[in-house]
């Protein structure tokens, strides 16, 4: 009896080569069944920008890139970027803090954007925390913050606490009040003399002098006292007879003063000399004159104390002056209206 032959497992290479294939299949399919949903599950990654030029101690980059990675449960900031998150931080009209988050695409379209509004009370810090924080819950699609947000271990730069005002200084001197002008000197008193022509008291024009006086009794009127005389003059009122006449005459009355322009009215009395000189006997006679008299005046001051005075006084006689020789008719008199234009240089004291 044979003893059986035990057979060995012969292998074939043809079909080790097709197991081998489609083993290599299944893997490939495995792959790509496995590799859309591993895409799908994976969230986009960001690029940070941030801008606060009108806040510079805001404007800290490295610092939003380091709280918005501390709050973010995912690596969303690690290359490389699909989408850009650019941040803005500016100071509202109550003197808040106004943040602008925009997420955008690369190809700068908007795809969502956030309006926050912090209180002036806060520091940049905290704004740039609150302005990560609410990025993060975008960019996770979380629907509210966690129970317990994790706060940042240590901030930069913590918040400036409030100076207090300093302390309130003396109040400010008043200025030196500057010294104030000497009042002027009230003169009261004057005294003035100059010359004069004469028109009326005499047959003829004749010059003269004059001085007066007065007494400022308030600031615009004066009391004044004027005496005059004129020069001797040689004229023949009687004819072929020649006569030496002279007058002199005095004045006193009240004087309003407005500046330099001035009214006068007063009293006028006086007296007129005549004698005859071609004669063999002279005949001396003196006449008076008494009347009322109306002022101007212009004057102009020359210094503290000195004014010039330019005059005109006009008087109607009431009783006037005649002359006649020996028993004969009265051949002159005093013209009824008179007239002085003079000028003089007054001493305030």
Same mark, same amino acid.
């Given at each position: 009896?044979?003893?059986?032959?035990?057979?060995?497992?012969?292998?074939? +290479?043809?079909?080790? =080569?097709?197991?081998?294939?489609?083993?290599? !299949?299944? $893997?490939? @399919? /495995?792959?790509?069944?496995?590799? #859309?949903?591993?895409?799908?599950?994976?969230?986009?990654?960001?690029?940070?920008?941030?801008?606060?030029?009108?806040? +510079?101690?805001?404007? =800290?980059?490295?610092?939003?890139?380091?709280? !918005?990675? $501390?709050? @973010? /449960?995912?690596?969303?900031?690690? #290359?490389?970027?699909?989408?850009?998150?650019?941040?803005?931080?500016?100071?509202?009209?109550?003197?808040?803090?106004?943040?602008?988050?925009?997420?955008?695409?690369?190809?700068?379209?908007? !795809?969502?954007?956030?309006?926050?509004?912090?209180?002036?009370?806060?520091?940049?810090?905290?704004?740039?925390?609150?302005?990560?924080?609410?990025?993060?819950?975008?960019?996770?699609?979380?629907?509210?913050?966690?129970?317990?947000?994790?706060?940042?271990?240590?901030?930069?730069?913590?918040?400036?606490?409030?100076?207090?005002?300093?302390?309130?200084?003396?109040?400010?001197?008043?200025?030196?009040?500057?010294?104030?002008?000497?009042?002027?000197?009230?003169?009261?008193?004057?005294?003035?003399?100059?010359?004069?022509?004469?028109?009326?008291?005499?047959?003829?024009?004749?010059?003269?002098?004059?001085?007066?006086?007065?007494?400022?009794?308030?600031?615009?009127?004066?009391?004044?006292?004027?005496a005059r005389a004129t020069f001797p003059l040689l004229t023949r009122p009687l004819g072929m007879t020649l006569v030496r006449m002279h007058t002199a005459s005095t004045s006193l009355g009240p004087c309003y003063l407005r500046e330099s322009f001035g009214v006068c009215g007063g009293v006028v009395a006086g007296a007129t000399?005549?004698?005859?000189?071609?004669?063999?006997?002279?005949?001396?006679?003196?006449?008076?004159?008494?009347?009322?008299?109306?002022?101007?005046?212009?004057?102009?001051?020359?210094?503290?104390?000195?004014?010039?005075?330019?005059?005109?006084?006009?008087?109607?006689?009431?009783?006037?002056?005649?002359?006649?020789?020996?028993?004969?008719?009265?051949?002159?008199?005093?013209?009824?209206?008179?007239?002085?234009?003079?000028?003089?240089?007054?001493?305030?004291?």
């Open positions: 009896m044979h003893p059986e032959k035990i057979r060995e497992p012969v292998f074939h +290479p043809t079909k080790r =080569r097709a197991n081998l294939g489609l083993a290599v !299949l299944l $893997l490939m @399919l /495995a792959m790509l069944a496995v590799t #859309p949903a591993a895409a799908e599950a994976e969230s986009p990654h960001y690029r940070v920008e941030l801008s606060a030029k009108e806040l +510079p101690a805001c404007d =800290r980059l490295q610092d939003f890139e380091g709280l !918005l990675d $501390l709050v @973010l /449960a995912e690596p969303l900031l690690d #290359p490389p970027a699909s989408r850009v998150l650019s941040t803005r931080i500016v100071r509202t009209s109550t003197g808040g803090y106004g943040v602008d988050l925009v997420f955008k695409d690369l190809d700068d379209q908007v !795809l969502d954007t956030i309006h926050r509004e912090y209180p002036a009370a806060m520091c940049c810090h905290e704004v740039l925390y609150k302005a990560a924080l609410a990025a993060a819950l975008w960019m996770e699609k979380r629907e509210a913050p966690p129970e317990e947000l994790p706060a940042p271990a240590k901030a930069p730069e913590p918040c400036p606490s409030p100076k207090p005002p300093p302390p309130a200084g003396p109040p400010p001197s008043a200025p030196p009040t500057p010294p104030s002008p000497p009042l002027p000197v009230e003169r009261r008193w004057f005294l003035g003399t100059g010359g004069l022509f004469a028109i009326g008291i005499a047959p003829e024009v004749v010059g003269g002098a004059h001085i007066g006086g007065g007494y400022r009794v308030a600031k615009r009127w004066t009391i004044e006292a004027n000399w005549a004698e005859t000189v071609n004669r063999t006997y002279p005949n001396p006679s003196r006449s008076h004159f008494v009347g009322l008299a109306i002022r101007g005046l212009l004057e102009h001051p020359i210094g503290d104390r000195l004014k010039v005075r330019m005059d005109v006084e006009i008087a109607g006689n009431l009783f006037r002056s005649r002359f006649k020789a020996e028993e004969q008719p009265t051949r002159w008199r005093t013209e009824p209206v008179t007239a002085n234009f003079g000028a003089s240089l007054l001493y305030w004291f």
